[in-house]
């Protein structure tokens, strides 16, 4: 069974960081894309960021570009998500998922695409 399991949310002045890491278990953690979405209160999930199987290649949300950056170990099992520069709008729940398909190169930003999700963790930046 695949756990994601977040943690590193918070709350954080507008202009802060916050660093989120999302750990997995199961040994085939390395042969997956991973990717962060988040759900602001009345609002749909929405992709934030994603990164292929080794960290080489990633890619963002218009939002977030040249201010978060996604990064993952593989010996850890782990993704992160370095958030700075943060702005009221960026408040939401945070999840990090699996991209259903094994070893693809294709950075996908469609929630259809993972199939495992983690809980979430909150992030709340104030003004």
């Known amino acids: 069974q695949i756990q994601l399991v977040e943690s590193g949310g918070g709350l954080a002045q507008a202009g802060g960081s916050l660093k989120l890491a999302c750990a997995a278990s199961?040994?085939?953690?390395?042969?997956?894309?991973m990717g962060w979405f988040r759900q602001a209160p009345g609002k749909d999930r929405e992709f934030v960021a994603t990164?292929?199987?080794?960290?080489?290649?990633?890619f963002y949300a218009d939002s977030v570009k040249g201010r978060f950056t996604i990064s993952r170990d593989n010996a850890k099992n782990t993704v992160y998500l370095q958030m700075n520069s943060l702005k009221p709008e960026d408040t939401a729940v945070y999840y990090c998922a699996r991209d259903r398909t094994r070893r693809t190169p294709v950075l996908h930003t469609s929630a259809w695409a993972y199939d495992y999700w983690g809980q979430g963790t909150q992030v709340t930046v104030s003004s």
């Open positions: 990164i292929d199987l080794t960290g080489g290649s990633t």
């Open positions: 199961g040994p085939t953690f390395s042969v997956y894309a």
